[in-house]
């Protein structure tokens, strides 16, 4: 079943595949033991996390599998378990996991956060579940992958249709970066309540001093 998209009547329905193909070149990093690569694995970013992760330098004999390679032409989509919703917009080059497939934008036609964000919506993220294969180590099918339809607006003005990406990842950024303030407010207030609380309590059962003497000692046993 193709994804359910609600797209405006200007905007149309692009394969995956037609406009940002797999573009996988492998490296065994242990054929170059002293060589120094940024390497990230799957646990390098978490769940549903948009951030890209810190460079993640180490030595070729410490890697002993094969890996793919990417640059900052590419997005990374793991394959493995796509409900955890894990995509890198790399801002750096290295290497990482076989379980990352490196697409690769076609530039004139979509940037590549736009099509980040797409790929992170729970429409995809449903989309990808639905066509994996694997009980234990679900990966998604990349027949089905590349048949995925992304939403692009003004495809047949490749300078209109960038130009109004780029709009919608600005306003995207903009929103997050709020959603981030507004988290990190929260945890303040949390932990100045958590400061008075505790505060409260101390006051209210400091140890050593005398109950008030309608108070009585109760079991917290049923």
């Known amino acids: ?6 797209i405006p009547s200007s905007w149309s329905l692009v394969k995956l595949g037609e406009i940002a193909p797999e573009n ?23 769940k549903g996390n948009f951030e890209e ?11 002993s599998s094969t890996c793919v390679k990417f640059d900052t032409s590419h997005i990374l989509y793991a394959k493995l378990r796509p409900y955890l919703n894990k995509v890198i917009v790399p801002t750096q080059s290295g290497i990482g996991s076989t379980e990352w497939i490196p697409l690769k934008p076609d530039p004139s036609r979509l940037d590549r956060n736009f099509l ?20 234990r180590m679900p990966r998604v099918r990349k027949v089905a992958l590349w048949n995925a339809d992304i939403p692009i607006p003004y495809p047949e003005e490749p300078e209109r249709s960038l130009a109004e990406q780029r709009r919608i ?25 958590n400061k ?21 000692y109760r079991s917290l046993e049923v």
Do not use: C
């Not at 990842?169 to 309540?193: F, G, W």
């Not at 409260?200 to 109950?211: I, N, Q, T």
């Open 53 to 63: 992760p810190p460079p993640n330098y180490i030595r070729g004999n410490q890697v």
């Open 169 to 193: 990842v600005a306003r995207i950024e903009a929103l997050l970066a709020e959603v981030r303030e507004m988290r990190k407010l929260h945890d303040e207030i949390t932990a100045d309540a």
């Open 1 to 6: 079943m193709p994804i359910k998209w609600e």
């Open 24 to 46: 996988s070149s492998q490296i065994i990093p242990s054929n170059s033991p002293d060589q120094v690569f940024n390497y990230w694995g799957l646990d390098a970013i978490d």
């Open 196 to 216: 008075l609380m505790d505060a409260v309590r101390s006051e209210a059962f400091y140890r050593g001093k005398p109950l008030p003497a309608e108070w009585e």
């Open 116 to 135: 980040a964000f797409a790929l992170r919506t729970s429409r995809f993220v449903d989309y990808a579940q639905r066509n994996s294969t694997g009980a």
